[in-house]
T-cell receptor
């Protein structure tokens, strides 16, 4: 099992450009999450999904959109990137409400110039 | 705002010593989890303790939970250089809350 994978691993964007981050999991998990991690801080939840075709806002959703068209994939989009979105992005998945131990991907380091 | 706050922010110890990290949270919880993050990597789940449990062990890890004080502690015994990492607590609030809220983490350095 590959677990949770993220594509790409690194990306540099210019302000105003758009991009999509892809997260894939092969554990048949219902729940998937997108977080951002900034230096010296914990993870902040951007959006999450509790099943195929569903999405919900987290703590810091502004400037991001998500889609969960297939159970195994969760996409995070930046429509018009801003320097404030420079961060490391982590995707995670879990079985559901119980147990809700989360499995994390390796992260995507995004720099917006 | 973050649900969990960790203390200390950084901790440096010698190999073989014990390391204790603390986490405080603000609202009632269903469970509290601890994760480890090695530099440049994703988080890895270590242990989960439910709100009706007071103590839990897993190998060299011991977690306690005091719901009256809204706090938890993680003890790593007989630390090794490989334990060097950041450690985060994450709480799932009560009711039907579906997400975890992470603390800001403790950076542990174990010196050989």
């Amino acid at each position: 099992n590959a677990g949770v994978t993220q594509t790409p691993k690194f990306r540099v964007l210019k302000t105003g450009q758009s991009m999509t981050l892809l997260c894939a999991q092969d554990m048949n998990h219902e729940y998937m999450y997108w977080y951002r991690q900034d230096p010296g801080m914990g993870l902040r939840l951007i959006h999450y999904s509790v099943g195929e075709g569903t999405t919900a806002k987290g703590e810091v959703p502004d400037g991001y959109n998500v889609s969960r068209l297939k159970k195994q994939n969760f996409l995070l989009g930046l429509e018009s990137a801003a320097p404030s979105q420079t961060s490391v992005y982590f995707c995670a998945s879990s079985w559901g409400l119980e147990p809700n131990e989360q499995f994390f991907g390796p992260g995507t380091r995004l720099t917006v110039l | 705002s973050q649900q969990g706050e960790e203390d200390p922010q950084a901790l440096s110890i010698q190999e073989g010593e014990n390391a204790t990290m603390n986490c405080s949270y603000k609202t009632s919880i269903n469970n509290l989890q601890w994760y480890r993050q090695n530099s440049g990597r994703g988080l890895v789940h270590l242990i989960l303790i439910r709100s009706n449990e007071r103590e839990k062990h897993s190998g060299r890890l011991r977690v306690t939970l005091d719901t009256s004080k809204k706090s938890s502690s993680l003890l790593i015994t007989a630390s090794r250089a490989a334990d060097t990492a950041s450690y985060f607590c994450a709480s799932r609030m009560g009711g039907s809350a579906r997400q975890l809220t992470f603390g800001s983490g403790t950076q542990l350095t174990v010196l050989p």
